[in-house]
């Protein structure tokens, strides 16, 4: 297809668009004379979807309704409530249903994994990460490193772009993975970097590790509802995500965390509480832990009835459309909008995502600064600024148009 920067061209793309009626499922954020504005930020936070209110409101009303007996007689019984996400979950990332669960926030998560899949010992101590991974997962790898007595400034590898390069290259991984194999306990990456939009390829990397014993993890806060998962085809040993970016269920909302079935049954160490247990015998309140069989098992607390309620509500919507079509739609947009940074002059931007991408892309403004940025968004663009000069764009095929792409493309040609 050979695509214009034209408007027109644009506005033709959104009439052959075959998802553009689910813009209309979604609210979408106004300035203050009433008009939408250019959201480009569902990598931040989603969009709220028109029928989450309806999922709230029914909660709370077999909450006043119901009392303590909700947890048996509400329309949608809130004891086993995390169990109606499972299956939204599970085709989101790839897995079975029993690999799933929806529960606490992504750090914490992050944390509970490790507390199960890092256990470093004094021939294998390493954490595997990217250098320019999200704070909070260098924070949280860092302090599992201590914790266990060991040095980050020997036991973590951050995983550089070469000098001039933006994406971390394939080959660089499997080197490091080939040379320090043997001193690696854990691999853990952001499947979409956070920054540049890069998609690793989850397969070769967990093969490669796994032909060293390694385990790996991914944090898939930027890659959940955003990119095509296979995470138990491709043996991924444990991953989490967030809900409230590309999964539109509101901010803080519950995260997710999956576990492969292979090690469900094994004793690996972990940390407990009663929500993990056995739902046997959960309430005869026995001393003795004894972990639900699959990834419920991982579960802490009895958890936030109205936060998953607004994931079903947004999972209901990715039920319906279906990851492939999102993904194709995705394509056409993040490719549409690379095509109409491609005809502004190289000196002024340079886009700093790989072709293996999902929907963000990441423009780097050359002797740009905040100011361009602030430009933007006074002209109607809802983006996201990253110190010290990238703009990250994600244009999200739920609800973004092909219109929306263009018209930021005008304005930031115009500011530049
Ligand atoms: C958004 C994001 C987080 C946020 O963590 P919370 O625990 O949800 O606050 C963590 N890691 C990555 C890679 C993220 O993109």
């Known amino acids: ?164 390069e933006t994406a971390i290259r394939a080959e660089d991984i499997a080197q490091i993975i080939s040379e320090e194999g043997d001193e690696i306990a854990l691999i853990m990456l952001g499947g979409v970097n956070y920054y540049t939009g890069q998609v690793f390829d989850f397969e070769t990397i967990t093969n490669l590790a796994h032909q060293k014993g390694i385990l790996v993890g991914f944090d898939l806060a930027h890659a959940a509802g955003n990119i095509k998962l296979e995470l138990h085809k ?37 940390f407990a509480g009663w929500w993990g247990h056995n739902k046997e015998n959960r309430f005869k309140m026995p001393d003795d832990f004894d972990p639900i069989t699959s990834a419920e098992g991982w579960q802490l607390s009895n958890p936030p009835i109205l936060s998953l309620a607004a994931i079903r509500a947004s999972l209901s919507i990715f039920d319906e459309v279906g990851m492939d079509r999102l993904v194709e739609k995705s394509k056409k947009l993040s490719d549409y909008l690379i095509f109409l940074l491609q005809t502004i002059q190289t000196d002024k931007i340079n886009i700093i995502t790989p072709k293996e991408k999902g929907c963000q892309i990441s423009i780097q403004v050359k002797n740009g600064n905040k100011k361009l940025f602030d430009n933007i968004t006074k002209k109607g663009v809802i983006a996201d600024w990253r110190e010290p000069d990238v703009i990250r764009i994600a244009p999200v095929p739920l609800y973004n148009r092909f219109t929306d792409v263009y018209k930021f493309y005008k304005i930031l040609e115009s500011v530049l």
Not at 88 to 103: D, H, L, R, T
């Open 234 to 270: 491709w043996n991924v040993d444990f991953a989490v995500w967030c809900s409230y970016k590309y999964l539109n269920s509101g901010p803080g909302s519950v995260a997710g965390a999956f576990v492969h079935e292979k090690h469900h049954k094994s004793n690996l160490p972990r």
């Open 1 to 164: 297809m050979n695509n214009k920067n034209t408007l027109e061209f644009a506005t033709q793309l959104d009439k052959e668009d075959q998802l553009s009626s689910y813009r209309n499922e979604f609210h979408i954020p106004r300035d203050e004379e009433g008009n939408e504005l250019i959201y480009l930020c569902g990598n931040s936070l989603g969009l709220q979807p028109k029928r989450t209110k309806a999922y709230l409101d029914q909660e709370l009303s077999d909450w006043a309704r119901w009392g303590v007996e909700g947890h048996f007689h509400a329309k949608n019984p809130w004891m086993p409530y995390h169990e109606f996400l499972s299956e939204g979950y599970s085709k989101i990332v790839g897995a079975k249903k029993s690999e799933v669960v929806a529960m606490n926030s992504l750090t914490v998560n992050l944390h509970l994994m490790m507390v199960s899949f890092y256990r470093p010992h004094a021939k294998r101590h390493k954490i595997v990460i990217e250098a320019d991974a999200f704070p909070s997962d260098i924070y949280a790898v860092n302090s599992q490193i201590i914790h266990h007595g060991y040095d980050p400034t020997n036991s973590l590898i951050k995983l550089k772009a070469r000098a001039g």
